[in-house]
């Protein structure tokens, strides 16, 4: 599968953004998505994910309560809803793909960039003060 990550940009603190990734290939619905953003010097970290159906999210405590995840499986996208952007936020942001199936250890997986099979180019986010 190939993802295409959009939406970034520049914003205030407080402003929103909305990134979307578009997946092309195989069938949208048999993969769990992730976004995971990656700041200078910083190691990639795990912002949010959602179930193949879309009936599980996961978020990290940083952005619970400001970003939301949200899939159309019939547009073959994934989003992410940022609200409240905060200079900290800034970074790239990539959306990932996971091939496996739903199962009691799929919530240690969601959070984890090493179970992602596939990743987009990233989109660039930057929140100034």
């Known amino acids: 599968v190939q993802l295409q990550a959009s939406g970034g940009g520049s914003v205030q603190a407080g402003g929103s953004l909305r990134l979307s990734c578009v997946a092309s290939?195989?069938?949208?619905?048999?993969?769990?998505m992730g976004w995971f953003r990656q700041a200078p010097g910083k190691e990639r970290e795990f912002v949010a994910a959602i179930s193949w159906s879309g009936g599980n999210t996961f978020y990290a405590d940083s952005v619970k309560g400001r970003f939301t995840i949200s899939r159309d499986n019939a547009k073959n996208t994934v989003y992410l809803q940022m609200n409240s952007l905060k200079p900290e936020d800034t970074a790239v942001y990539y959306c990932a793909a996971e091939e496996g199936s739903y199962d009691s250890d799929y919530s240690r997986r969601a959070t984890s960039a090493g179970e992602y099979d596939y990743w987009g180019q990233g989109t660039q986010v930057t929140v100034s003060s």
């Open positions: 290939g195989r069938t949208f619905s048999s993969y769990a």
